[in-house]
């Protein structure tokens, strides 16, 4: 079943923990996104990829960091530098073809600091 | 940068009755795609507007891209229940692959 998994659901963590959430994909997609949505939020870019070990900071990279070792693979670090990391995250994917192909979702994950 | 705006942030019908939502950009965009996020779920992609003033149904939708390609609407004819949900378009920077989202529009549907 071809799609994007985001794991966890929902995370928990305490205040000053980094913390790294997983997004995986099988669609072969080049390109690959993480959101951040707040309640009654549109979505804010933090970070994109366009290809393997490259990627490029979005609106709000600040207190975030990224790896892509693996075209499958776009993990997302909270770090503690995050001043208010509580919120939902959301990772997306699609084929390159500078931005003329629709983006795929994964579930999220819901991430809540206490 | 671009700067998008999306209107309205929120929108209440009676079932039956119609919904627009735009998206009005300050400079020229390559393309335009919508998506539907159902509360609860994840955005899912409805369409994509590449020409100058290209209009495509589906059903019950409409979606327009403006003649000088700055602006965009979706419009719902006849809401049902099932049209609940927030709307967002989005859009790249010419020459990269970045997709950026509109803040949204949220469609409640009175039954």
């Known amino acids: 079943d071809g799609g994007i998994t985001q794991s966890p659901k929902y995370l928990f963590r305490k205040e000053g923990q980094n913390v790294t959430l997983s997004c995986e994909q099988n669609?072969?997609?080049?390109?690959m996104y993480w959101y951040r949505q707040d309640p009654g939020q549109g979505l804010r870019l933090i970070y994109y990829?366009?290809?393997?070990?490259?990627?490029q900071k979005g609106d709000i990279a600040e207190g975030y960091s990224v790896s892509r070792e693996k075209k499958e693979s776009f993990p997302l670090t909270v770090t503690s530098a995050q001043k208010n990391p509580t919120a939902f995250y959301l990772c997306?994917?699609?084929?390159?073809?500078?931005?003329?192909?629709?983006?795929?979702f994964g579930q999220g994950t819901r991430l809540t600091v206490v | 940068g671009q700067q998008v705006m999306q209107i309205p942030q929120y929108q209440h019908v009676q079932e039956g009755e119609d919904f627009t939502t735009y998206c009005n950009s300050s400079?020229?965009?390559?393309?335009i795609q919508w998506y539907k996020q159902r509360p609860g779920g994840h955005p899912v992609f409805l369409i994509q507007?590449?020409?100058?003033?290209e209009v495509k149904k589906q059903k019950r939708l409409t979606f327009q891209f403006g003649e000088a390609k700055k602006n965009s609407s979706l419009h719902i004819t006849a809401t049902q229940t099932t049209d609940v949900g927030t709307y967002f378009c989005?859009?790249?920077?010419?020459?990269?692959?970045?997709?950026?989202f509109g803040t949204g529009t949220r469609l409640t549907v009175i039954p």
């Open positions: 997306a994917s699609r084929l390159g073809a500078r931005g003329f192909t629709e983006a795929f």
């Open positions: 669609l072969n997609h080049d390109a």
């Open positions: 990829s366009q290809i393997v070990n490259d990627f």
């Open positions: 400079t020229t965009l390559s393309n």
């Open positions: 507007l590449v020409k100058s003033g």
């Open positions: 989005a859009w790249g920077s010419p020459g990269a692959n970045n997709l950026f």
